[in-house]
Protein backbone atom coordinates (compact mmCIF):
# COMPACT_ATOMS: atom_id res chain seq x y z
CA UNK A 1 0.00 0.00 0.00
CA UNK A 2 1.39 3.65 -1.09
CA UNK A 3 1.52 6.17 1.93
CA UNK A 4 1.01 9.35 0.33
CA UNK A 5 2.10 12.34 2.35
CA UNK A 6 0.39 15.20 0.99
CA UNK A 7 2.17 18.58 1.45
CA UNK A 8 -0.44 20.45 -0.94
CA UNK A 9 -3.99 20.75 -0.52
CA UNK A 10 -5.70 18.13 -2.94
CA UNK A 11 -9.74 18.70 -3.54
CA UNK A 12 -10.72 14.95 -2.98
CA UNK A 13 -13.26 14.64 -0.11
CA UNK A 14 -11.50 12.80 2.53
CA UNK A 15 -14.28 12.97 5.14
CA UNK A 16 -16.65 10.43 2.38
CA UNK A 17 -13.61 8.28 1.03
CA UNK A 18 -14.42 4.29 1.87
CA UNK A 19 -11.37 2.32 2.91
CA UNK A 20 -9.77 1.35 -0.28
CA UNK A 21 -11.22 3.74 -2.42
CA UNK A 22 -8.16 5.77 -2.91
CA UNK A 23 -5.08 4.96 -5.84
CA UNK A 24 -2.31 6.09 -6.30
CA UNK A 25 0.41 5.39 -8.41
CA UNK A 26 3.70 7.00 -10.12
CA UNK A 27 6.10 6.69 -12.99
CA UNK A 28 9.39 7.96 -14.21
CA UNK A 29 10.68 8.65 -17.27
CA UNK A 30 14.53 9.84 -18.69
CA UNK A 31 13.87 13.15 -21.16
CA UNK A 32 17.10 13.40 -21.65
CA UNK A 33 17.48 14.55 -25.48
CA UNK A 34 20.03 13.09 -27.86
CA UNK A 35 23.43 14.72 -28.05
CA UNK A 36 24.66 14.04 -31.93
CA UNK A 37 28.22 16.65 -32.49
CA UNK A 38 30.56 16.98 -29.43
CA UNK A 39 32.24 20.58 -28.69
CA UNK A 40 35.24 21.86 -26.50
CA UNK A 41 35.17 24.94 -25.36
CA UNK A 42 38.96 26.14 -25.64
CA UNK A 43 38.16 29.64 -24.42
CA UNK A 44 36.02 28.43 -21.43
CA UNK A 45 33.09 31.29 -22.35
CA UNK A 46 30.21 28.57 -21.83
CA UNK A 47 29.38 30.21 -25.30
CA UNK A 48 30.09 28.12 -29.10
CA UNK A 49 32.81 30.18 -31.17
CA UNK A 50 33.14 27.67 -34.48
CA UNK A 51 36.16 30.00 -35.08
CA UNK A 52 37.91 29.31 -31.69
CA UNK A 53 36.10 25.98 -30.16
CA UNK A 54 36.76 22.88 -31.07
CA UNK A 55 33.64 20.55 -32.56
CA UNK A 56 33.30 17.25 -33.74
CA UNK A 57 30.75 16.61 -36.82
CA UNK A 58 29.83 12.99 -35.77
CA UNK A 59 26.97 12.59 -38.26
CA UNK A 60 28.60 14.08 -41.19
CA UNK A 61 26.34 17.13 -42.06
CA UNK A 62 28.55 19.93 -42.35
CA UNK A 63 27.14 21.93 -39.87
CA UNK A 64 26.94 22.08 -35.67
CA UNK A 65 24.03 20.29 -34.36
CA UNK A 66 23.49 21.53 -31.17
CA UNK A 67 21.29 20.56 -28.19
CA UNK A 68 20.48 24.61 -26.83
CA UNK A 69 20.86 24.89 -23.41
CA UNK A 70 18.27 26.84 -21.22
CA UNK A 71 19.07 29.42 -18.92
CA UNK A 72 22.07 31.94 -18.29
CA UNK A 73 23.33 33.36 -21.75
CA UNK A 74 22.21 32.63 -25.01
CA UNK A 75 24.67 30.59 -27.76
CA UNK A 76 25.16 27.90 -24.85
CA UNK A 77 25.11 24.48 -26.21
CA UNK A 78 25.39 21.24 -24.12
CA UNK A 79 28.69 19.34 -24.24
CA UNK A 80 27.89 16.29 -22.80
CA UNK A 81 25.43 14.10 -20.03
CA UNK A 82 26.11 13.98 -16.30
CA UNK A 83 22.60 12.97 -15.38
CA UNK A 84 19.86 12.03 -16.91
CA UNK A 85 17.01 14.57 -17.13
CA UNK A 86 13.79 13.31 -15.73
CA UNK A 87 9.76 13.25 -15.70
CA UNK A 88 8.08 12.13 -12.98
CA UNK A 89 3.92 11.28 -12.99
CA UNK A 90 1.66 10.77 -10.44
CA UNK A 91 -1.83 9.64 -10.66
CA UNK A 92 -4.34 9.93 -8.09
CA UNK A 93 -8.16 8.75 -7.83
CA UNK A 94 -10.42 9.07 -4.79
CA UNK A 95 -13.50 6.79 -7.02
CA UNK A 96 -14.86 10.08 -8.32
CA UNK A 97 -11.61 12.15 -9.55
CA UNK A 98 -8.91 11.25 -11.26
CA UNK A 99 -5.87 13.54 -11.61
CA UNK A 100 -2.22 13.86 -13.52
CA UNK A 101 0.33 15.51 -12.28
CA UNK A 102 3.86 15.74 -13.88
CA UNK A 103 7.01 17.43 -12.85
CA UNK A 104 9.69 17.52 -15.44
CA UNK A 105 13.11 18.75 -15.47
CA UNK A 106 12.74 21.82 -18.01
CA UNK A 107 13.12 25.38 -17.41
CA UNK A 108 9.86 25.98 -18.53
CA UNK A 109 7.08 24.89 -20.64
CA UNK A 110 4.34 27.03 -22.85
CA UNK A 111 0.91 27.07 -22.42
CA UNK A 112 0.59 25.80 -25.72
CA UNK A 113 2.25 22.44 -25.33
CA UNK A 114 0.68 22.09 -22.25
CA UNK A 115 -2.82 22.23 -24.00
CA UNK A 116 -1.05 19.96 -26.55
CA UNK A 117 -0.43 17.25 -23.95
CA UNK A 118 -4.17 17.65 -22.24
CA UNK A 119 -5.70 17.53 -25.93
CA UNK A 120 -3.55 14.05 -26.29
CA UNK A 121 -4.76 12.31 -23.07
CA UNK A 122 -6.85 9.28 -24.82
CA UNK A 123 -10.12 9.68 -23.06
CA UNK A 124 -10.31 6.03 -21.55
CA UNK A 125 -7.49 7.14 -18.84
CA UNK A 126 -10.39 8.68 -16.95
CA UNK A 127 -8.33 11.55 -16.42
CA UNK A 128 -10.31 14.92 -15.42
CA UNK A 129 -7.48 17.21 -15.30
CA UNK A 130 -3.58 17.30 -15.53
CA UNK A 131 -1.33 19.92 -14.25
CA UNK A 132 2.39 19.55 -15.63
CA UNK A 133 5.15 21.29 -13.81
CA UNK A 134 8.97 22.76 -14.61
CA UNK A 135 11.15 22.41 -12.47
CA UNK A 136 13.13 25.42 -13.84
CA UNK A 137 16.25 23.03 -14.81
CA UNK A 138 19.10 25.42 -16.12
CA UNK A 139 21.40 22.46 -17.32
CA UNK A 140 18.13 20.93 -19.96
CA UNK A 141 17.37 22.37 -23.58
CA UNK A 142 15.64 25.38 -24.50
CA UNK A 143 11.75 24.45 -24.22
CA UNK A 144 10.62 28.08 -24.82
CA UNK A 145 12.66 29.06 -27.55
CA UNK A 146 14.48 32.20 -25.71
CA UNK A 147 17.83 30.83 -25.15
CA UNK A 148 19.08 29.61 -28.88
CA UNK A 149 22.06 30.52 -30.73
CA UNK A 150 21.90 34.26 -31.10
CA UNK A 151 19.45 36.32 -28.83
CA UNK A 152 16.61 36.84 -31.50
CA UNK A 153 16.82 32.77 -32.77
CA UNK A 154 14.94 30.21 -30.64
CA UNK A 155 16.76 27.47 -29.53
CA UNK A 156 13.62 25.04 -29.52
CA UNK A 157 13.70 21.60 -31.44
CA UNK A 158 10.57 20.41 -32.50
CA UNK A 159 11.59 17.28 -32.91
CA UNK A 160 12.21 16.69 -29.23
CA UNK A 161 9.65 18.62 -27.90
CA UNK A 162 7.28 15.61 -29.91
CA UNK A 163 9.70 13.89 -27.71
CA UNK A 164 8.70 15.11 -24.64
CA UNK A 165 5.12 15.03 -25.54
CA UNK A 166 5.09 11.64 -25.67
CA UNK A 167 7.42 10.74 -23.11
CA UNK A 168 4.82 12.32 -20.27
CA UNK A 169 2.19 10.34 -22.21
CA UNK A 170 4.17 7.95 -21.47
CA UNK A 171 4.85 8.52 -17.81
CA UNK A 172 1.07 9.15 -16.91
CA UNK A 173 0.00 5.65 -18.70
CA UNK A 174 2.95 4.03 -16.59
CA UNK A 175 1.74 5.73 -13.49
CA UNK A 176 -2.31 4.97 -14.10
CA UNK A 177 -0.77 1.44 -14.43
CA UNK A 178 0.70 1.52 -10.97
CA UNK A 179 -2.64 2.56 -9.13
CA UNK A 180 -2.74 1.02 -5.72
CA UNK A 181 -4.35 1.48 -2.49
CA UNK A 182 -3.05 4.74 -0.92
CA UNK A 183 -3.59 6.37 2.23
CA UNK A 184 -3.34 10.34 3.00
CA UNK A 185 -1.28 11.62 5.90
CA UNK A 186 -1.97 14.91 6.77
CA UNK A 187 0.89 16.07 9.13
CA UNK A 188 0.35 18.41 12.02
CA UNK A 189 3.42 20.60 13.27
CA UNK A 190 3.31 22.49 16.42
CA UNK A 191 5.52 25.57 16.39
CA UNK A 192 6.06 26.99 20.16
CA UNK A 193 5.78 30.38 20.59
CA UNK A 194 9.65 32.01 20.93
CA UNK A 195 10.36 32.33 24.60
CA UNK A 196 11.24 35.78 23.85
CA UNK A 197 8.57 37.22 21.63
CA UNK A 198 5.00 38.55 24.12
CA UNK A 199 2.03 36.22 24.14
CA UNK A 200 -1.25 35.64 25.83
CA UNK A 201 -2.21 32.02 26.19
CA UNK A 202 -5.79 33.67 27.24
CA UNK A 203 -6.24 35.12 23.39
CA UNK A 204 -4.62 32.39 21.62
CA UNK A 205 -7.41 29.89 23.08
CA UNK A 206 -10.60 32.22 22.20
Known amino acids: MVRLLL ?3 LTFSSNNLLPNELKVGFAKISITPDLIDRW ?14 LWTDVNGNGQFDAVWMAGFQNNRPAQGIKDELMAVAAVIDDGKTRIGIIS ?10 VLSVRKDLPAEWG ?15 D ?10 KSGVDDK ?6 QNFLNALNLAIDNLEPAQIILPLIYYPTHQSLPHHDEECNK
Do not use: C
Not at 40 to 50: R, V
Not at 143 to 152: D, R
Open 40 to 53: EDIDNDAQFNSNID
Open 104 to 113: ADTIGLMRKF
Open 143 to 152: TQGLWGPSLF
Open 7 to 9: VTF
Open 160 to 165: YMGQLK
Open 127 to 141: LDYLMIHATHNHEGP
